[in-house]
């Protein structure tokens, strides 16, 4: 049997400017910050105090009665899941929910829970400890929740690849329908790292940005002046079906998935390759059969750190060659900041909205361009243009890379 085509069928979003596509689509296209001061905890201990938080996070939008009994990570991604099968229409059956299954990327999973934890142990001892600690923090409980909701017997698994787990997991969904295991799939990420604990560990790590005054500037990806990233939340799900599937039972194909590539670089925990990431492209176009010259836009991971942007430069122009400078791509990260394992399955949402607009959401505070950083990042403003072909890249602590090729459907 040859491969099953995969399309896109449904997408939801929760991101720093609310909830739903409708906001996150108007957020881009006007190349508006939602980057502010942080408000879920005290953060005057700490160099960096901004963050994207979700701040008018609705738990009525996870469409689900224990809400209150899941994690934050946990809460994003039903809310997500809830908007994108809206969206699709798809209702699995009793019959077919065996043929339905999860497929989500976390980083870090249910931290605030653990933090909390830890907190009340310390603080009061090990009686006042919640019994729903393990399940509402275990890396998988996002992901269960969901088969839970909607009563999904499929494959259900949690991916974790520190910033490229929501691209893998749309990936790996990808390989799972396209192979026969499934006829459709809940794929995305989620991420809720906004916790005293794990901000304190990424400010030890002097990666942020420290630019506290003027938080709606702070991030600038490729700019000389960067200073690194700003943290956020959020979560996207998006519902992949066989095509054929999608076809009878009259769902709108928002796009089509036609290649994945994901790779390690195989040589340091946190500093990034050309060498890995030239290799993840170009497994992405051998997988789709597609020519540098068919790609018509790349939704970049753009962290605004000093390594990551100049190596992703890198990696583009050896792979493309020629192409390269014909190449508009820009983080929409300088806009929302890095949610992490939630970042690729956000971008790839964004990457949709891109193809069906016929829009790239710009890189913003991209004024003086360091001189390693030599293309066309779409600076300040969203940039008409139609597109029918696109790359959406994330590359990750660890090592890990993971690149989405997304084509308008025929």
């Keep these: 049997m040859p491969p099953s085509r995969v399309v896109i069928t449904g997408m939801g979003v929760v991101s720093p400017y609310g909830g739903g596509q409708q906001k996150f689509w108007e957020g881009l296209s006007q190349g508006r910050s939602a980057i502010s001061a942080i408000n879920l905890f005290d953060a005057s201990p700490f160099r960096t105090r901004i963050a994207g938080e979700c701040r008018d996070f609705d738990l009525a939008s996870c469409d ?86 909607y009563g999904l017997r499929g494959p259900s698994l949690t991916i974790s690849t520190a910033c490229a787990s929501g691209a893998n997991a749309i990936g790996e969904a990808y390989r799972t329908i396209r192979n026969g295991y499934a006829t459709s799939m809940l794929a995305g990420g989620a991420e809720a790292p906004l916790s005293f604990g794990v901000f304190s560990g990424w400010n030890a790590l002097r990666v942020m940005s420290q630019r506290n005054d003027s938080p709606d500037t702070a991030m600038r990806p490729f700019a000389r002046d960067r200073d690194g990233l700003v943290l956020s939340e959020g ?28 790779n390690n670089d195989g040589l340091h925990a946190t500093r990034p390759s050309v060498e890995g990431q030239s290799r993840a492209l170009q497994r992405a176009l051998d997988d789709a059969e597609l020519n540098v010259g068919d790609i018509d836009y790349i939704n970049a991971h753009g962290t605004a750190t000093q390594a990551n942007d100049s190596t992703e430069t890198q990696a583009v122009k050896r792979v493309f060659g020629a192409h390269a400078a014909q190449l508009p791509m820009s983080s929409i990260k300088s806009m929302i900041g890095h949610s992490l394992g939630a970042a690729g399955a956000i971008e790839c949402v964004a990457s949709v909205l891109s193809l069906r607009n016929g829009l790239l959401p710009p890189t ?27 790359l959406s890249s994330s590359f990750a602590f660890g090592g890990c890379n993971a690149i989405l090729a997304l084509r308008k459907v025929d």
Excluded: W
Excluded at 241 to 260: C, F, H, K, N, P
């Design 235 to 262: 979560a996207a799900i998006l519902v992949l079906e066989e095509y054929e599937q999608a076809r009878r039972r009259g769902a709108t194909l928002l796009a089509e998935i036609v290649g994945y590539g994901g």
């Design 64 to 149: 689900y009665a224990d809400a209150d009994r899941v994690d934050r990570v946990g809460q994003f991604a039903l809310a997500a899941a809830a908007e994108a099968l809206r969206e699709s229409g798809l209702q699995p059956s009793e019959d077919d929910a065996l043929a339905t299954g999860v497929m989500l990327g976390t980083g870090i999973g249910g931290i605030t829970t653990i933090d909390a934890a830890q907190k009340a142990l310390h603080s009061k001892g090990p009686r006042a400890v919640s019994p729903l600690t393990v399940p509402m923090s275990m890396a998988n409980a996002a992901a269960g929740v969901l088969s839970i909701r």
């Design 364 to 390: 913003i505070n991209l004024h003086e361009a360091d001189p390693e950083c030599d293309l066309d990042y779409v600076p300040h403003t969203a940039r008409e243009v139609e597109i029918d072909t696109l």
